[in-house]
Antibody
Framework: EMQVVESGGGLVQPGGSLRLSCAAS????????MNWVRQAPGKGLEWVSY????????YYADSVKGRFTISRDNAKNSLYLQMNSLRAEDTAVYHC?????????????WGQGTLVTVSS | SFELTQPPSVSVSPGQTVTITCSGD??????VCWYQQKPGQSPVLVIY???KRPSGIPERFSGSKSGNTATLTISGTQAMDEADYYC?????????FGGGTKLTVL
């Protein structure tokens, strides 16, 4: 069964750091591009970051550029998001999302998400 | 910056047909996806490549595009279709989501 399970969320003070992890199983992780997408409480979806299957190509949303770092370890079937200089507006559920190879690159599988709360 | 515009809410009676629109500059040159998100759940892909349905998605869900407006159509709407719906596309190196449309089945 295909699965992605996020972990690492929690309560952190403004300016603090947190590292999210995503453990993938049930598919060949190393052949898929992956993304992080977040959703603030009661708000819509916001894309955060993309990483290619090899890890050689990375993109970020302007809102997190310079503060967040995406990475992956294909040997461990894992995706990561290092979040530094956290702000209140980063409070959200963070989803690990698999990207399909179909045209338009749809997001075909979403994890349940991990909640990050930035508050003093 | 590139934006996708959706109506905040739409409503429909059970068994009727409802459409949700998504508009954006140059959307005609891009592929559009649609996601369904029910309360407390993760989004689910319901349409990709403008009009294709993933396996397991009921035939009552369909997608189309005309010019710079994409449309998600739900025919014979059921109570279980009540959810938030988001359109999405890629713009160069960025993923763009629409603001979401809350579908209420009255």
């Amino acid at each position: 069964e295909m699965q992605v399970v996020e972990s690492g969320g929690g309560l952190v003070q403004p300016g603090g750091s947190l590292r999210l992890s995503c453990a993938a199983s049930g598919f060949t992780f190393s052949t898929y591009e992956m993304n992080w997408v977040r959703q603030a409480p009661g708000k819509g979806l916001e894309w955060v970051s993309y990483i290619s299957s090899s890890g050689s190509t990375i993109y970020y949303a302007d809102s997190v550029k310079g503060r967040f770092t995406i990475s992956r370890d294909n040997a461990k079937n894992s995706l990561y998001l290092q979040m530094n200089s956290l702000r209140a507006e980063d409070t959200a559920v963070y989803h690990c999302v698999r990207e399909s190879s179909a045209y338009g690159r749809p997001f075909d599988y979403w994890g349940q998400g991990t909640l990050v709360t930035v508050s003093s | 910056s590139f934006e996708l515009t959706q109506p905040p809410s739409v409503s429909v009676s059970p068994g009727q047909t409802v459409t949700i629109t998504c508009s954006g500059d140059y959307l005609g040159d891009k592929y559009v996806c649609w996601y369904q998100q029910k309360p407390g759940q993760s989004p689910v892909l319901v349409i990709y490549e403008d009009k294709k349905r993933p396996s397991g998605i009921p035939e009552r869900f369909s997608g189309s595009k005309s010019g710079n407006t994409a449309t998600l159509t739900i025919s014979g709407t059921q109570a279980m279709d009540e959810a938030d719906y988001y359109c999405q596309t890629w713009d160069s190196r960025t993923v763009i989501f629409g603001g979401g449309t809350k579908l209420t089945v009255l």
